[in-house]
């Protein structure tokens, strides 16, 4: 039986070149109505654990979310997979370095507006009603969303745990004795507790990975930062 993976696939193959056959009849047959571009792997992990910790299924509610390899990359989704394409109802996540990335891609498909972009610091909008239908030929703009974390996903859980309780978090893991090398290299002094939790999660392959699933499944749900809440009610 098909799956919200094989569509991901499709949508993959497709933007990379491929036919587009396999992703228009896996959205019908799903069926699929929404989908979330993420920049990587992690965010895509922390999302789903997040929505889990709700109580939420996204691809049992036709949401498939994506990991687009790159900020830089929107714009080929979008336009795949917003109104020319399959008509999906589109939103997403990004850095706050990565927002004009996503607003000029995600416009030019002509799948938001600009100015739906919601910073960190502000409490995000009230969620459209979920009315848009799927395969919608044109879903309104109104409705599409960008939501974006101060500096980065990992950055934005870190805060919401707190240092202490993501360091314990490390050591349950089995990682203490590689933060505490990392900590004494010359250039992470100078540096706060935060950001240098932030960095040493990227210095190994598939840490960023690991522990995007990790901290989002240790949060309150009651704590989550307004970006991840904001992108999770909207859908």
Partial sequence: MADMGAFREAVIAWVAG????????????????????????????????????????????????????????????????GPSGLGLRLTGLCDEAERGYYARGLERANAAQPSAAQPSAAQPNAAQPNAAQPHAAH???????????AVDLEDE??????????????????????????????AQRGRSSQQQLRRFLGTKKGRKIHYGRVLAEALDPARMPAPLDGLLTSL
Wanted: proline residues 6%.
């Fill in 18 to 81: 491929g036919p587009g056959d396999r992703a228009r009849e896996l959205a019908t047959r799903l069926p699929v109505r929404a989908a979330v571009l993420l920049e990587g792997p992690s965010d895509v992990a922390a999302v789903g654990a997040l929505a889990a910790s709700r109580g939420r299924n996204l691809a049992a509610e036709g949401v498939c979310v994506l990991s687009m390899g790159g900020a830089m990359s929107v714009g080929r989704f979008a336009r795949l997979l």
């Fill in 157 to 186: 859980l870190i805060r919401a745990l707190g240092v202490t309780r993501v360091e314990e978090l490390v050591r349950a893991e089995g990682d203490l004795r590689a933060l505490q090398t990392f900590l004494r290299q010359p």
């Fill in 139 to 149: 879903p309104d703009p109104a409705q599409q969303r960008i939501f974006v974390c």
